[in-house]
């Protein structure tokens, strides 16, 4: 084959990065706002959050990944069968850990008082933490999920250890059936990876600063 | 709305956890401020009453204890026949019918003027889209703002603000309004048309406890004037008494220096 039909096959590997990569960025929003709120409002439970960040923080993906697939599907093969569910639940998680500690920023950013505003209309806690804190702590966070998304994109390669065809895999595979040429196809697998990451990050970029500049930051 | 023997104190980070030997030996005194010390007070429908009194003296705590937004150590608050101090009380509930006017505003950044007064029609009284909206519009016609509805903060002027903080307040219908200090973060040629806002919901009858040092708004509108130093009221009485001879020479000197600053201004 030649070095063009391989690269379609390697392109043929981005819809399965981009939605790992995609999936666990809406996993780990779902998972690291909450976290973020209860480490700032509920600060009795706050250990929790903060174990659960130091073990999805400290241990590899590629570790997790090996034991959540290898160790759990075992015992429990629906779901931790499905190395697509597997690889979206790791990495999913693991970015909530680091969503949680962007969000804490920016609801300090935010500030109190907008808490104190919102309770001062008869809202409780959660619910003003709903309709005013989540709203503006999107838009001081942006900066933040820019790069939390790029780091997705990338940490969506070591899915290829559960054997999910993605594009890094498929780069390992035409790099073990070529001859001995192994920096053509991670190179253009390189390049893939650079082309997913940027659009997002960059559009998250730029409405951030129009948010921004319409709430006066 | 009452409040009765109402402490507050701040200082130390957590009362529950501070074991007594704590309180005795560690804790060293001169950081705990009593900001609010056995305050009583007590505001009838349609009345408007006036807190005045030198800056740190807790004023701004007592009116937030009023609120519920801060929790007061020990005392009663009461709204109509309720308690809200009583355990078991829905304090969202109670704070839904007092409207809360801030000295630094506090508008919803990332909602338009009419957002901010719609907000909590919709998610907390949940009333229609239609009424809500229509209620919201209407308490911004009051405060005179129809032309910035669609503006954010962030476009407005600190008056305008502050006058969609009032909209804000009064949109719900609530049984009293608090202001803390609503014109004092502002410049002074802003003052005068949140005055002017104050000065027709007084003559329409609204409830109201007001912080504030505009002498002059204060002779004309309140029936009652507070002056509270040192966590206390030091001295109740209507405007005229201030204004002529007060009883108490900490009042007096206080009224010296605020109408020499006016007269000056």
Partial sequence: MDVWQQFIILLEGVPLTLSISLISFLVGIAVGLPLAFIRVYEKEIGFVVDAYEKIFRGVPEIVLLIIFFFGLRPFFPFPFGNAFFVACFVLGLRSGANQSQIYRGAIRGVGDEQMIAGMSVGFSKWRAIWHIMVPQVFSFSTAGLGSEYALLIKDSAYVYVIGLAEVMTRSLQWARNGAGDYVTPFVLGAAIYIALTFPLAYWLDRWGERRKKKIGL | ?265
Avoid: W
């Fill in chain 2, 1 to 265: 709305m009452e409040a009765r023997h109402v402490y507050k104190t701040y200082g130390i980070k957590n009362p529950k956890k501070a074991k007594k030997e704590d309180a005795e030996t560690c804790v060293d005194i001169k950081h705990v401020v009593e900001a609010v010390k056995d305050v009583s007070l007590q505001i009838r429908k349609g009345d408007i009453k006036l807190i005045f009194g030198p800056s740190g003296s807790g004023k701004s705590t007592f009116l937030r204890c009023m609120a519920m937004l801060d929790i007061p150590d020990k005392g009663e608050i009461y709204l109509g026949d309720e308690c809200l101090t009583a355990p078991g009380v829905d304090l969202n509930k109670a704070r839904a019918r007092i409207g809360f006017v801030f000295q630094h505003i506090y508008l919803f950044r990332h909602l338009t003027a009419l957002g901010n007064v719609e907000l909590a029609l919709r998610k907390v009284l949940e009333l229609p889209k239609d009424e809500a909206r229509k209620r919201a519009i209407d308490a911004l016609t009051e405060v005179k703002l129809t032309d910035c509805i669609n503006k954010y903060p962030s476009q407005m002027s600190g008056g305008q603000a502050q006058r969609v903080g009032i909209a804000r307040a009064i949109a719900r219908n609530p049984d009293i309004i608090l202001l803390d200090e609503p014109t004092s973060a502002l410049d002074p040629e802003l003052t005068g048309e949140v005055i002017d806002t104050l000065r027709d919901l007084a003559k329409e009858g609204t409830t109201m406890l007001i912080v504030s040092h505009e002498m002059p708004f204060a002779r004309e509108v309140a029936e009652e004037m507070i002056f509270y130093d040192e966590g206390g009221v030091v001295e109740t009485g209507p405007p005229s008494l201030f204004f002529n001879a007060p009883n108490t020479d900490r009042a007096k000197q206080f009224m010296t220096r605020i109408i020499n600053r006016t007269t000056r201004e």
